[in-house]
């Protein structure tokens, strides 16, 4: 999360003062602004920073995408905000955002601009709405789209202290966000860092100038792929054996949110697609997403299912260790190599026999099994920091909350 702002050092807490509540409209003066025509295109050929609201950073506003020309300031309800200027997001997505200006510039209509009179400080009314955000956008609108007005914002109620007060907990509050900005940064890199080792221990393994020794082998040599069966989907049933579809291969999971089901009566009728405990699975249609491969181990808690189109499963012979090879199709080599082949209509797909063309390196059965059982510690090393890593940031992202109710409950 941005800080807002430059201070001064924090002081030390003096004695406590009570707060008293006062309307943020009767403290600050409020306005909104406009957007030129769209139309007229020459209205943002300026040189003048035009702000919206999904560029509010909860801190210092430097940039902008747009600019507006001075013609835009006679065309529409937009003015020359000073520096300094406090916006709070109206609209959508972004409702609740803060920045401040850190440079003059015009807002558009979604964005309003707060300044406050002598008797309240900016920051410590910064700090003071970031806190709130939450339980304004709740108390306002519940479920439906949030918008606030100028009359919400204006009727904001605000804890008033004595100026100096006000100063000494947002330098406190700005030294003390910027210290957790700075912890979760350090352990954000960790975090990346940590989901980068997998990939590296493959690599460290499968690219290594041992395996260039190894003899290679098409995957269709050591395993075949086999293809689901197409059953019909006037078969299924509310209840009965499950079927592994395409939709429930997940990255090294089997995900039974959408369950399609044929009649247990039938499932005799079937049983070279009955699945089997530690099956290794590859999703045949966009088989690489955004999270990685869909590929996973088919458990005890899976079973019984059947094997749907759509899906292959490795049927291994002696020659392969499941657990080499499971990790082998993790790799960025065979990734690349099942998706550089023409797409069937533009839909990411690969068939079995394209999978069986993907050479692998095979060493020795024994150390097949070596390398498998280190690969798997290391990964499991891997796992728990990113973990702990994970856990860390998700702490850090509570931190700022946390710091915030401090401040303003007088325990700062």
């Not at 003096?14 to 139309?39: K, M």
Request: charged fraction near 20%; charge should be neutral.
């Amino acid at each position: 999360m941005g800080t807002a702002i430059s201070s001064t050092k924090a002081a030390t807490r003096p004695a406590a003062y009570s707060p008293i509540l006062a309307r943020l409209g009767d403290l600050c003066e409020t306005s909104t602004g406009g957007t030129p025509s769209r139309g007229n295109s020459d209205l943002f050929r300026g040189t003048t920073p035009w702000v919206k609201s999904g560029e509010l950073p909860d801190g210092l506003v430097t940039t902008t995408e747009e600019r507006i020309s001075d013609e835009a300031f006679s065309r529409c309800n937009v003015s020359l905000l000073p520096k300094g200027t406090l916006l709070m997001a109206m609209y959508g997505a972004t409702v609740g955002k803060l920045g401040i200006l850190g440079m003059p510039a015009a807002t558009n209509q979604a964005v309003c601009a707060i300044t406050p009179n002598p008797s309240l400080d900016r920051n410590y009314l910064f700090y003071w709405l970031l806190s709130i955000r939450q339980e304004l956008i709740a108390n306002s609108f519940g479920g439906a789209q949030p918008n606030i007005s100028q009359s919400v914002v204006r009727n904001i109620s605000v804890p008033l202290v004595p100026t100096h007060e006000q100063r000494r907990i947002a330098a406190t509050l700005h030294d003390q966000l910027a210290a957790v900005a700075e912890a979760r940064a350090a352990v954000q890199a960790q975090f990346d860092a940590a989901r980068t080792l997998p990939a590296a221990y493959l690599r460290a393994v499968f690219n290594s100038p041992a395996a260039t020794r190894w003899p290679k082998r098409h995957i269709g040599e050591v395993a075949k792929i086999q293809s689901g069966y197409a059953f019909k989907s006037e078969w299924f049933a509310g209840d009965g054996i499950r079927l592994l579809r395409n939709a429930n291969v997940s990255q090294d999971r089997i995900d039974w949110t959408e369950t399609a089901r044929l009649p247990a009566t039938r499932r005799a009728e079937f049983p070279a697609y009955e699945l089997s405990e530690g099956d290794i699975i590859l999703s045949l249609d966009r088989p690489v997403v955004s999270g990685g491969l869909k590929v996973a181990r088919v458990s005890s808690a899976d079973l019984p299912a059947l094997l749907l189109q759509r899906v292959g499963r490795f049927q291994l012979k002696e020659s392969i260790q499941a657990d080499y090879l499971y990790h082998f199709l993790h790799t960025q080599d065979f990734i690349g190599e099942i998706t550089a082949h023409d797409q069937s209509l533009g839909v990411p797909h690969v068939s079995p026999k394209q999978v069986e063309q993907v050479q692998l390196p095979v060493p020795p059965m024994a150390e097949q099994c070596t390398i498998a059982a280190r690969i798997e510690a290391e990964l499991g090393d891997a796992s728990a920091l990113a973990a702990h890593l994970s856990a860390r940031l998700t702490a850090l992202d509570h931190l700022p909350s946390a710091l915030l109710r401090e401040a303003f409950a007088g325990r700062v």
